[in-house]
């Protein structure tokens, strides 16, 4: 079941899978090798909506927008890819490693190379937070890949647009718990409070049924209904 949110945000939703798949194309071909990771209807669209929407809500509806949710869904891919590695790991690693290289491509050819910095920081937190996972063999936690990812898509997709810096620390806030929600992480309230902290409106509603949704995911619900 599709997310209000994700209704209306369908017809550029669309363009970025459509954009994915073109980019991860080589001379016109498929990657050899490649697999796409199974996505249900929130992996697939969530980081991109996020962009998406917080660069619409600070005024920005241009192409860079539609790249710039590109770019994260590239990430994420990559990183699903690197954490799923059994077998075959220097092909698994290689196809990662090439999602990766298309995020740095299209953030020099679609005008946001001014979001280098803070993604390729971002990358190294996600990698440098995996490779400690590996140690903690006995006791291991639950990686924070998605609300990296959350927190950022909100935070760049907002500058996207003319905002103050006051509003990107309030959409980075919405993105960070919307994230740990998305991660299984029971903070609906936190959640719910940062999103009513926004102007009424469509926006806000969109958010509010997000949390909702979100939270129905959730592994003690699903858990509670069986």
Request: proline share 4%; with cysteine.
């Amino acid at each position: 079941m599709l997310t209000a949110l994700f209704k209306l945000l369908q017809p550029e939703l669309e363009m970025v899978r459509q954009r994915l798949i073109k980019e991860s194309l080589m001379q016109g071909r498929p990657l050899p090798g490649l697999t796409w990771p199974v996505l249900n209807h929130f992996d697939q669209d969530f980081l991109p909506a996020l962009v998406l929407l917080s660069a619409h809500t600070q005024g920005y509806f241009g192409p860079r927008a539609l790249s710039l949710a590109a770019v994260f869904q590239f990430i994420f891919l990559a990183s699903l890819i690197h954490n799923n590695v059994k077998h075959e790991i220097a092909l698994e690693t290689l196809v990662g490693d090439y999602f990766y290289t298309r995020f740095f491509d299209l953030l020099c050819r679609d005008g946001n190379l001014q979001f280098l910095a803070p993604l390729s920081q971002l990358i190294c937190r996600i990698h440098l937070e995996a490779a400690r996972q590996q140690e903690k063999v006995s006791s291991p936690e639950r990686l924070r890949t998605r609300e990296y990812l959350a927190a950022a898509a909100t935070c760049l997709g907002s500058q996207l647009g003319q905002t103050e810096a006051r509003l990107t620390q309030a959409w980075q806030e919405i993105g960070l718990l919307l994230g740990k929600l998305w991660n299984g992480q029971a903070v609906t309230l936190k959640a719910s409070q940062a999103v009513e902290r926004l102007a009424p409106g469509t926006v806000r509603e969109l958010l509010g049924q997000l949390v909702i949704q979100l939270n129905d995911e959730l592994p003690v619900k699903r858990v509670m209904a069986l």
